[in-house]
Nanobody, 124 residues
Framework: QVQLVESGGGLVQAGGSLRLSCAAS????????MGWFRQAPGKEREFVAS????????VYADAVKGRFSLSRDNARNTVYLQMNMLKPEDTAVYYC???WGPGISTQLLAYTYWGQGTQVTVSS
């Protein structure tokens, strides 16, 4: 089992920044690829970003590419999603997810463990 706890969400004006954190516990964190997904009201959960277990491989959704940056600190069992130049359409609940193995994945079903989510609201 892997437990994931997100933090760092909140209310920010358009153009602002937030940094989300996801703290993991329960298993060897460095054995897991990590991802972030988001879900806006009335919409399906969608992929945001993924990082491999070594921090050398990342992939981003087109909607956030160039604005969001994903990193991980295996010593602290934590991944970070730095979100810059936020837009109202970024408003959603953001979920951290973990999958066993070294690679990245954009697919929701590839992830086994999920956090409870943290709300991000961007005002115009």
């Amino acid at each position: 089992q892997v437990q994931l706890v997100e933090s760092g969400g909140g209310l920010v004006q358009a153009g602002g920044s937030l940094r989300l954190s996801c703290a993991a516990s329960g298993r060897t964190f460095s054995n897991y690829g990590m991802g972030w997904f988001r879900q806006a009201p009335g919409k399906e959960r969608e992929f945001v970003a993924s990082i491999g277990w070594s921090d050398s491989t990342t992939v981003y959704a087109d909607a956030v590419k160039g604005r969001f940056s994903l990193s991980r600190d295996n010593a602290r069992n934590t991944v970070y999603l730095q979100m810059n130049m936020l837009k109202p359409e970024d408003t959603a609940v953001y979920y951290c997810a973990a999958r066993w193995g070294p690679g990245i994945s954009t697919q929701l079903l590839a992830y086994t463990y999920w956090g409870q989510g943290t709300q991000v609201t961007v005002s115009s």
